[in-house]
């Protein structure tokens, strides 16, 4: 059974850091892409960015590009996202998830955690 557990969501001021988490189990990932999406109040849950398991490459939405980052480390089967110049806009809760697409589409996403909230003051 594949788990997805996110950690790292909290207060953070506006222009500073944070470091998700995913820690993910359950099943060998090689094959398959990591990604994080987002989901703010009232709002549709939007692509973040995301990475191949076995080969690392990364796509990024361009609300993010350039300030997140998405890794992985695959001795510890876990995921992270290193958000920095965190703006007001990045408010809502982050998700991880996986696909055997890799493509920025949440309809291709096959599993997903429970999600962790991230607040960006300002």
Do not use: H
Request: charged share 15%; with cysteine; net charge neutral.
């Amino acid at each position: 059974q594949v788990q997805l557990v996110e950690s790292g969501g909290g207060l953070v001021q506006a222009g500073g850091s944070l470091r998700l988490s995913c820690a993910a189990s359950g099943r060998a990932f090689s094959g398959y892409y990591m990604a994080w999406f987002r989901q703010a109040p009232g709002k549709e849950r939007e692509f973040v960015a995301r990475i191949s398991w076995s080969f690392g490459s990364t796509m990024y939405a361009d609300s993010v590009k350039d300030r997140f980052t998405i890794s992985v480390d695959r001795a510890e089967s876990t995921v992270y996202l290193q958000m920095n110049n965190l703006k007001s806009e990045d408010t809502a809760v982050y998700y991880c998830a996986t696909s055997t697409a890799g493509t920025i589409g949440g309809r291709s996403y096959l599993d997903w955690g429970q999600g962790t909230q991230v607040t960006v003051s300002s």
